[in-house]
C-alpha cells in the first residue's frame, strides 16, 4: 500500500471484504458551492450512498495525507475553509504532500488517490474538459488525461459548456475513453439534459455500466470510463438562461485574463452569480442522481468480482 495514503476504518473494512465503495471528491466542497451548503450537501451524498447499499469514501488531503474516507468532522473542514484549500491536480501533489498540506482533490486526484486505494466506482457532478479557445490557449483539464489513464468509473452529469463539448469529446475519444450515456443517445451538458453531441453508447441500468467496466478491467485496458447521466428533469434549467450566463462568464473570462487553474472555478463562480440560487439546487440535485447510480453500479461490479 502507498505510505503516503490513510484509508479510514470503514472504507478499509469494505474492501477487505469486498463491499461495494464510492469515492467522492473534495474540490465540489471547498471550491464548488458555498458553505454551509456544501457541507450539507457532502453528508447527504454519503448518505444517499449509503442508502443504496455501498460505502461512501470521501477522498482529500489533509496535512499532507491522501485520505480516502473522511469523517463528519473533516467534511466540515473542507467546507469551512472552502477556497483557502488548495485545488489539488496531478502537478500539485509531490509539493503539497512534502510540505504536509491539505488539497482538494479534483476528479484527477480523487481518480488517482481511488485507484491507490482499490475503489473503482466515482460519483460527482461536472467534469474538467477542454476550454473554449483551447486551440490558442491550450487549457485541457488534466481530468481528460486521468481518465486515459486511470482505471476509475467516473458518474457526472455531463459537462459544462464553459467547456467545448465538441473538443472534449474528440479528446476523449484519442485517450481511448468510452463516453456513455446513462440512459440517454445524448451527452448531457450538467444544467441540462442535451447539448446537441452524440455519446458513444447508451446503457440503461447499472448492472450494464458495471458489465462494462469489468470487461474492461478483464482485458486489463488502462483507462478509466465516463458515464453522463442527465440531470433529472424536473430540476433540469432552462438552456437559454444557462447559456447567456456562460458565455458573459467566458468572455469576462478572457477580458480579465483568467488563466491556468483559476479558469474553471472562475467562470462556474460566475456562472452561479449570474444564476442566482437556482443553479446551486440544480447542482446539489444532478449530484444526488450521479450518487445514486454510483452507488447501484458499485453493488453490481462487487457482485461480479
Ligand atoms: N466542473 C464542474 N464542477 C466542478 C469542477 C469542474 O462543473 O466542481 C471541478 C472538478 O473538481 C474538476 C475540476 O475536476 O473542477 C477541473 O478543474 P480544471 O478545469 O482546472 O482541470
Ligand atoms: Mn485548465
Redesign the pocket.
Known sequence: MNKYLDISAEVSEALASGKPVVAL?S??IS??MPYPKNVETALEVEKIIRENGAVPATIAIIGGRLKAGLSAEEIEYFGKKGAEIAKA?RRDLPVLIARGQDGAC???TTMMIAHMAGISVFA?????GVHRGAETTMDI???LEELGQTPVMVICAGA?SILDLGLTLEYLETKGVPVIGYGTEELPA?YTRKSGFGVDYRLDTPKELAAAFHAKQEMGLKGGMLVANPIPEEYAMDADTINKAIDQAVAESREQGIHG?A??PFL?ARVKDLTGGDSLESNIQLVFNNARVAAKTAVELAGMK
Do not use: R, W
Open positions: 471528491e474540490t465540489i471550491h464548488g491536480s479534483t476528479v484527477t460527482t457532478g461536472g467534469i474538467g483539464s488534466a481530468d459544462k450538467f487553474k479558469t474553471t462556474l
